[in-house]
């Protein structure tokens, strides 16, 4: 039973998260998406950004999401993942990732770090998609929140 | 089940193929090393590179060596593969790398690539280092398996 990881802000999550995630799940037997429970300020807050991402893959089998604190591998291991789960948009991207996944492999050798290629549609920079892409009058950002708003009122 | 493939020229194998090798079968069910015929223009053989490469796998049951032609993508298929396990190495190799992805996304795109980032140890291997350096007289012994370094000494030795 091999369960993966997929950790990262989320703020919001985008089509390329999902992307990835979909990805992920088809390749492994369980994937707990990891929203990280950062002190920072972030647009959504924890519990806004795990219910985000839980409503966009409700139809997937064997993903679950989660809010983390700390270090990813030790969370990880508290999931008994063996396996981090990372998507790389483009090479600019991946000097980032590179110094990551060695840092986290000297932390903790027995967890696999495996990369995803975005898909070729998704490539543009999308972190920001819901900021600058208007969606029927409200912005992306707005419209995330009011769709938010309405499902869990 | 799941099956990945590792396609390369493995020209010839290296640690560094090893250690992806032997994480990429940790990962998943099994997984089948694609040797890329190549006729001519390669120090080792079809032959040669595909034995290399099984002696240094012997001790893992779920791996498999073949060579093959083509299309990486029909291989895979072929194999029931849908997974394709590349390494990268350093930020020089990674938009080649992309590129080959996206391509291989679009004609087959039930096919997965995954990538695994190589061991901060390995990251100056590559075939080409490895003969070039070879060629020169430099003995390999610790970046390649034992009996490919032994391989590599017989095909730049007078005798």
Do not use: W
Request: proline share 4%; glycine share 8%.
């Amino acid at each position: 039973m091999t369960i993966a990881l997929y950790p990262d802000r989320f703020d919001p999550v985008t089509t390329g998260h999902i992307d990835i995630a979909r990805r992920a799940a088809s390749l492994f037997d369980h994937l707990v998406v990891a929203v990280e429970d950062v002190p920072s300020r972030t647009l959504f807050s924890t519990e806004e950004r795990v219910e985000l991402f839980a409503k966009a893959v409700e139809d997937l089998d064997g993903v679950t999401v989660k809010a983390f604190s700390g270090l990813v591998v030790d969370y990880a291991r508290k999931e008994s993942a063996s396996v981090l789960v990372c998507g790389i948009r483009a090479v600019a991207g991946f000097e980032a990732e590179f110094g990551r996944a060695l840092m986290n492999k000297r932390m903790a050798p027995e967890i696999e770090s495996v990369y995803l290629m975005t898909s070729a549609e998704l490539a543009p920079p999308l972190r920001h998609a819901g900021l600058e892409r208007p969606m029927g009058g409200l912005s992306g950002i707005g419209a995330a929140k009011e769709r938010l708003r309405r499902e869990t009122s | 089940m799941t099956v990945a493939i590792f396609p390369g020229r493995f020209d010839p194998v290296t640690i560094g193929h090893v250690d992806i090798a032997r994480r990429a079968a940790s990962l998943f069910d099994r997984l089948v090393v694609a040797v890329y015929e190549l006729r001519g223009g390669t120090l080792f053989s079809t032959e040669e590179r595909v034995a290399l490469f099984e002696e240094a796998v012997q001790d893992l049951p779920e791996v498999t060596v073949k060579s093959f032609s083509g299309l990486v993508v029909d291989f895979a298929k072929k194999e029931a593969a849908h997974v394709l396990v590349r390494g990268i190495r350093a930020v020089t190799g990674f938009e080649a790398e992309f590129d080959m992805a996206l391509m291989n996304k679009r004609m087959a795109p039930e096919i997965e690539s995954v990538y695994l980032m190589t061991s901060l140890e390995h990251l100056f291997i590559s075939g080409s280092r490895i003969r070039e350096v070879a060629s020169l007289g430099y003995d390999v012994t610790e970046l390649v398996p034992a009996h490919v370094a032994k391989a590599l000494r017989g095909k730049f030795s007078d005798g």
